[in-house]
Protein backbone atom coordinates (compact mmCIF):
# COMPACT_ATOMS: atom_id res chain seq x y z
CA UNK A 1 0.00 0.00 0.00
CA UNK A 2 3.07 2.50 0.73
CA UNK A 3 3.76 2.17 -3.13
CA UNK A 4 0.19 3.51 -3.61
CA UNK A 5 0.47 6.01 -1.23
CA UNK A 6 1.98 8.78 -3.20
CA UNK A 7 0.47 10.06 -6.86
CA UNK A 8 -0.52 7.66 -8.95
CA UNK A 9 1.41 9.23 -11.97
CA UNK A 10 2.81 6.43 -14.24
CA UNK A 11 0.27 3.65 -13.11
CA UNK A 12 -2.67 2.38 -15.43
CA UNK A 13 -6.02 3.29 -13.99
CA UNK A 14 -8.84 0.67 -14.56
CA UNK A 15 -12.15 2.46 -14.17
CA UNK A 16 -15.26 -0.10 -13.67
CA UNK A 17 -18.79 0.18 -12.98
CA UNK A 18 -20.66 -3.11 -11.32
CA UNK A 19 -23.94 -3.89 -10.77
CA UNK A 20 -23.77 -6.55 -7.57
CA UNK A 21 -25.22 -9.81 -7.63
CA UNK A 22 -28.71 -10.82 -5.89
CA UNK A 23 -29.41 -7.49 -5.10
CA UNK A 24 -32.04 -6.83 -7.77
CA UNK A 25 -35.57 -7.39 -6.26
CA UNK A 26 -38.23 -9.20 -8.77
CA UNK A 27 -39.46 -7.35 -11.24
CA UNK A 28 -36.78 -4.92 -11.26
CA UNK A 29 -34.21 -4.12 -14.16
CA UNK A 30 -31.23 -3.01 -12.07
CA UNK A 31 -29.39 -4.16 -8.93
CA UNK A 32 -29.71 -2.03 -5.61
CA UNK A 33 -25.67 -2.29 -5.37
CA UNK A 34 -24.32 -0.40 -8.21
CA UNK A 35 -20.83 0.69 -7.79
CA UNK A 36 -17.54 2.35 -9.68
CA UNK A 37 -14.12 1.27 -8.71
CA UNK A 38 -10.61 1.68 -9.97
CA UNK A 39 -8.33 -0.84 -10.20
CA UNK A 40 -4.37 -0.17 -10.18
CA UNK A 41 -3.46 -2.53 -12.17
CA UNK A 42 0.15 -3.16 -11.35
CA UNK A 43 -0.61 -2.41 -8.12
CA UNK A 44 -3.42 -4.93 -7.96
CA UNK A 45 -5.49 -3.40 -5.51
CA UNK A 46 -8.79 -1.05 -5.65
CA UNK A 47 -7.50 2.25 -4.96
CA UNK A 48 -11.14 3.92 -5.27
CA UNK A 49 -15.20 2.99 -4.96
CA UNK A 50 -17.98 5.04 -4.95
CA UNK A 51 -21.33 3.58 -5.16
CA UNK A 52 -24.04 5.11 -7.87
CA UNK A 53 -26.84 7.08 -6.77
CA UNK A 54 -30.47 5.50 -7.51
CA UNK A 55 -31.41 8.12 -9.66
CA UNK A 56 -28.45 8.33 -11.52
CA UNK A 57 -25.65 6.15 -13.42
CA UNK A 58 -22.58 5.14 -14.48
CA UNK A 59 -21.90 9.02 -16.35
CA UNK A 60 -22.02 10.89 -13.03
CA UNK A 61 -20.34 8.41 -10.77
CA UNK A 62 -17.05 8.12 -13.00
CA UNK A 63 -16.29 11.97 -12.76
CA UNK A 64 -17.03 12.23 -9.49
CA UNK A 65 -14.24 9.57 -8.14
CA UNK A 66 -11.82 10.55 -11.04
CA UNK A 67 -11.64 14.15 -8.84
CA UNK A 68 -11.36 12.69 -5.84
CA UNK A 69 -8.13 10.85 -6.73
CA UNK A 70 -4.69 12.23 -8.14
CA UNK A 71 -5.11 10.84 -11.64
CA UNK A 72 -2.50 13.25 -12.90
CA UNK A 73 0.09 11.21 -15.55
CA UNK A 74 -1.91 7.65 -15.14
CA UNK A 75 -2.91 5.68 -18.02
CA UNK A 76 -7.19 5.95 -16.73
CA UNK A 77 -8.98 3.01 -18.82
CA UNK A 78 -12.70 2.94 -18.96
CA UNK A 79 -15.29 1.01 -20.82
CA UNK A 80 -17.92 2.54 -24.09
CA UNK A 81 -19.46 4.14 -20.75
CA UNK A 82 -16.92 6.95 -20.96
CA UNK A 83 -17.16 7.97 -23.96
CA UNK A 84 -19.07 10.67 -22.93
CA UNK A 85 -18.37 14.35 -23.57
CA UNK A 86 -18.52 15.11 -20.07
CA UNK A 87 -16.19 12.15 -19.05
CA UNK A 88 -13.23 12.58 -21.68
CA UNK A 89 -13.15 16.48 -21.09
Same mark, same amino acid.
Given at each position: ? &? ?5 ? !??? *? %? ?7 ? @?? $? ?8 ? &? ?5 ? !??? *? %? ?7 ? @?? $? ?33
Amino acid at each position: M &RACAGSL !AGR *Q %LCVDGKEHR @AT $TPAGQRHALV &RTVSVWV !ANA *Q %LRFGQTQIG @AK $TNEKTAIPALLDALDVAGSIVTIDAIACQPSIVG
